[in-house]
């Protein structure tokens, strides 16, 4: 059973750094529901369940590189507070097209924000439940800014700063099930940002059903 596998886990994933003199130290957390747990309210054990009325809920998102599944939900259902009812619900997720290797897409939240969490939801039967990206993050002000970077370009040449990697694969199994990502900073704070960048590879290519079904994303302000 993977649920004995892997149950929650926390993932240090940024070098320790100095944030305006402070030590700060991103933290991956993500937790993992798979059976009786698995149910629309999207309950874990220490990952909080998405909320409607968070950050994200009115910021405008924007494909940069790959192809969206025509079979699925358009961006918007990462950020419409909408969670999917079943554990195979294309409608309600969106997820890059069969076949492909993922791709890029960017939030933006309308106004520099002190972000205090970037929570990321998805759901799935079996091999497209697990997270696999990056995320990246910027207040738009660098000369070098570009807004759409595609996937051949490293983002932290053109005015962002790489916060978090996701990878919640399983060792062994499918890795069907539901999973919930919380990315903080031990600080607080992940910092002052108007755009995320979302660097989304395929979980799985043993065949073309990979691309991760993800149900919501959720950006929490610092209060
Ligand atoms: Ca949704």
């Known amino acids: ?28 957390t993500f937790d993992y529901n798979r059976g009786s747990t698995e149910t629309k309210e999207f309950k874990f054990k220490i990952v ?3 909320v409607k009325d968070d950050a994200a809920a009115k910021a405008k998102l924007v ?32 997820f890059f097209n069969a076949g492909t290797n993922g791709g890029r897409f960017v939030m933006d939240l ?9 929570n990321t ?3 799935h039967s079996d091999t497209r439940g697990p997270q696999l990206f990056k995320v990246y993050a910027s207040d738009g002000t660098d000369a070098k800014f570009n807004g759409g970077p ?3 370009i490293d983002p932290t040449t053109c005015g962002w700063k790489f916060i978090a990697s996701v990878d919640t694969r399983p060792k062994n199994g499918d890795g069907g099930g539901q999973y919930g990502v ?9 910092g002052k940002y108007r755009y995320l960048l979302f660097d989304c590879v395929v979980a799985e290519t043993s065949d073309d059903f990979g691309n991760t079904f993800y149900s919501e994303i959720d950006v929490v302000a610092k209060k």
Do not use: H
Request: hydrophobic letters at 45%; a negative charge.
């Open 110 to 118: 309308s106004n520099i924000i002190e972000i205090a969490q970037i």
């Open 1 to 28: 059973m993977i649920s004995k596998i892997i149950k929650a886990g926390v993932i240090f994933v940024a070098l320790a750094s100095f944030a305006s003199g402070r030590f700060s130290d991103v933290k991956v």
């Open 150 to 152: 595609k996937m051949k």
């Open 48 to 50: 909080p369940s998405p």
């Open 121 to 123: 939801y998805s759901w």
């Open 182 to 190: 919380s990315i903080t900073d031990s600080n607080g704070s992940l």
């Open 63 to 94: 494909l940069v590189d790959g192809e969206i599944d025509p079979n699925g939900a358009d961006l918007s259902a990462l950020t419409d507070g909408l969670l999917p009812a079943i554990d195979d619900e294309p409608q309600a997720n969106f």
